[in-house]
């Protein structure tokens, strides 16, 4: 289980809830949203960063997937589509949803 803690980043639990690690990066400021894609993919909200980093199954980043330029204006809230491959990224001070598409 990923939890995303606005000041420490990601912190990673086993099935019974015994703390297993945490995730911090320079990418990535006020985490907040999280969501794995069904393939191990780990999908991370910076709220202050404006963006959304991916990580890989044992937490090693990716890279930033979507930033600022990408329109991202106050990102929460994240969700994968695996069908589409596509990932939603919810707006805080707005009812704004931005769909992105994935390579």
């Given at each position: 289980?990923?939890?995303?803690?606005?000041?420490n980043?990601?912190?990673?639990?086993?099935?019974a809830?015994?703390?297993?690690?945490?995730?911090?990066?320079n990418?990535?400021?006020?985490?907040?949203?999280?969501?794995?894609?069904?393939?191990?993919?780990?999908?991370?909200?910076?709220?202050?960063?404006?963006?959304?980093?991916?990580?890989?199954?044992?937490?090693?980043?990716?890279?930033?997937?979507?930033?600022?330029?990408?329109?991202?204006?106050?990102?929460?809230?994240?969700?994968?589509?695996?069908?589409?491959?596509?990932?939603?990224?919810?707006?805080?001070?707005?009812?704004?949803?931005?769909?992105?598409?994935?390579?």
């Amino acid at each position: 289980m990923y939890v995303g803690d606005w000041n420490n980043g990601i912190v990673c639990f086993d099935d019974a809830g015994n703390y297993l690690s945490t995730y911090n990066d320079n990418d990535l400021s006020g985490t907040d949203g999280v969501c794995v894609d069904g393939r191990g993919k780990i999908f991370v909200v910076g709220c202050l960063s404006k963006n959304v980093v991916q990580l890989n199954e044992d937490g090693k980043k990716i890279g930033v997937v979507v930033k600022q330029q990408d329109g991202l204006q106050d990102p929460r809230l994240v969700c994968f589509h695996q069908k589409l491959n596509r990932l939603f990224v919810s707006m805080v001070r707005s009812d704004v949803l931005k769909m992105y598409e994935l390579e």
